[in-house]
């Protein structure tokens, strides 16, 4: 797999000055009016054999070879079946994840109806937080761009495609995952978006999430 593009920024805004006289302190009115956030943005773009041509995707023309071996594919040996290989061939796929925000929050230390101390025990009954309550804790809030007008599913696009799945031995040195002897398909996989034959999956997400106890 090929990582293409990955983006961080990392925005602050500061009361500036616009003169050079000498700093001077902030009345609490003028204190009060100053608003500002400290975050993370990230995007995401992974290619996996594919091109991008307007949002519809075409597995490179190697990826075609049906009936003799082609490159783009994935294999998995598991233990105890060694030399056999399940191999997913004409295997690519895309994906897109625009504008995820990570910004540092504490927990509410009120707990909702939804709060139960078991949660927070381990199987010998100790508390894996003070009092089993995580309430006041360090967290990380991520949440997704809330300016989404009507219909619009852009916070994550993907596309994936597996054209065959079959299972390959090693044969005279030669690994399974490199041999194209069995030309039947025990499945076939797809995930994409019912607007064209390669069109991208759409999802939109709303709402955050807080993740804590790292």
Not at 73 to 94: C, D, N, P
Request: net charge negative.
């Amino acid at each position: 797999m090929k990582l293409t593009h990955v983006f961080l920024s990392l925005s602050a805004i500061w009361p500036l000055s616009a003169n050079t006289s000498p700093l001077q302190p902030l009345t609490e009115a003028e204190m009060g009016d100053i608003s500002g956030q400290n975050a993370i943005e990230i995007s995401l773009t992974l290619h996996n054999n594919i091109q991008v041509k307007d949002n519809l995707h075409e597995g490179l023309a190697h990826c075609y070879s049906v009936g003799s071996y082609n490159p783009c594919r994935l294999a998995l040996e598991f233990a105890g079946h060694e030399g056999y290989w399940l191999v997913m061939k004409e295997f690519y796929g895309y994906l897109q994840l625009d504008g995820i925000q990570l910004e540092a929050r504490t927990l509410p230390t009120a707990n909702t109806a939804y709060h139960d101390e078991d949660r927070f025990r381990r199987i010998d009954g100790q508390c894996m937080v003070e009092n089993c309550d995580p309430g006041g804790l360090a967290s990380i809030e991520m949440s997704y761009p809330a300016n989404k007008g009507p219909g619009q599913y852009l916070d994550m696009q993907t596309f994936m495609n597996i054209g065959r799945m079959s299972v390959e031995q090693d044969e005279s040195g030669v690994p399974g995952y490199l041999l194209e002897n069995q030309s039947g398909v025990a499945n076939a996989f797809r995930i994409s978006d019912s607007s064209g034959p390669n069109a991208n999956h759409q999802v939109r997400f709303d709402g955050r999430t807080l993740i804590y106890g790292f």
